[in-house]
């Protein structure tokens, strides 16, 4: 079997509020941003997010790109760049280093393929995609939370759902509330889905101990999303919830 899906992109004058996009069906997609971005970390990230939600298959992944950047940079030029120390063939350091190393490290020992499709020329997968990068990134300019989609529920289904775990330090006593399931297109803030999570956790704050909380993809992407937009670490955006 193999999963096809398409990866896009999206940045409001960039740089500028930048969104991104997967999507397979409509039973099956996710999009996020940030306040400040280009266009092609956008597309870079849809593909990033795409491999990580996918990660619990051994299905061959096929992604569907308009950008050449992302496909060239992925399948032809990386592993120069590798070679060189992440240095263009100028010298100058390669831009968007992490992103690119976070593909490559979520690339490892699976079988993906690329393939390039001309944008806004009608192909419906490439078309879903766009329509929802540019949607979160409309989102961030109008300081809104986006909509964040299912995620990838076909792992769900075949019985290995993709779940993100952050270790967190707290000052709050174990038992952890279970993971809330993935949001509905209509998702609440993110501060109101912390709340949930941590409800109940009131150890005095003289005795902190860790705790380990099991959250979703979904709910991992979007609490990065809301740490890189306030420039702190995953770890203090849980804090700061609290």
């Not at 289904?157 to 709050?172: H, K, L, R």
Request: charged share 25%; glycine share 10%; with cysteine.
């Amino acid at each position: 079997m193999t999963i096809t899906a398409a990866a896009d992109g999206s940045a409001l004058g960039n740089p500028g509020p930048n969104g991104w996009a997967w999507y397979i069906d409509d039973d099956n997609w996710a999009a996020g941003g940030s306040p400040h971005g280009t266009n092609n970390q956008g597309e870079l990230q849809a593909v990033l997010e795409l491999l990580k939600a996918t990660a619990g298959t051994d299905e061959k992944l096929h992604i569907w790109c308009d950008s050449r950047y992302v496909i060239d940079s992925v399948t032809k030029w990386m592993p120069g760049w590798k070679r060189k120390g992440w240095r263009k063939s100028d010298g100058g350091p390669v831009l968007n280093r992490d992103l690119l190393e976070g593909i490559d490290e979520a690339m490892r020992g699976r079988d993906v393929q690329f393939s390039w499709v001309k944008g806004h020329a009608g192909d419906d997968l490439n078309e879903a995609a766009d329509e929802r990068a540019n949607a979160a990134a409309t989102a961030y300019k109008n300081k809104q939370e986006p909509r964040r989609g299912p995620g990838f529920t076909r792992a769900s289904e075949a019985g290995a759902a993709v779940a993100a775990s952050a270790p967190i330090a707290a000052s709050a006593a174990p038992p952890a509330a279970p993971a809330a399931p993935a949001a509905p297109a209509a998702a609440e803030p993110l501060w109101a889905e912390a709340s949930d999570l941590l409800d109940g956790l009131d150890a005095p704050v003289d005795d902190p101990i860790e705790v380990r909380l099991a959250l979703s993809g979904d709910e991992h992407a979007r609490l990065r999303d809301r740490a890189e937009a306030q420039g702190v670490s995953l770890e203090e955006a849980l804090r700061r919830l609290i």
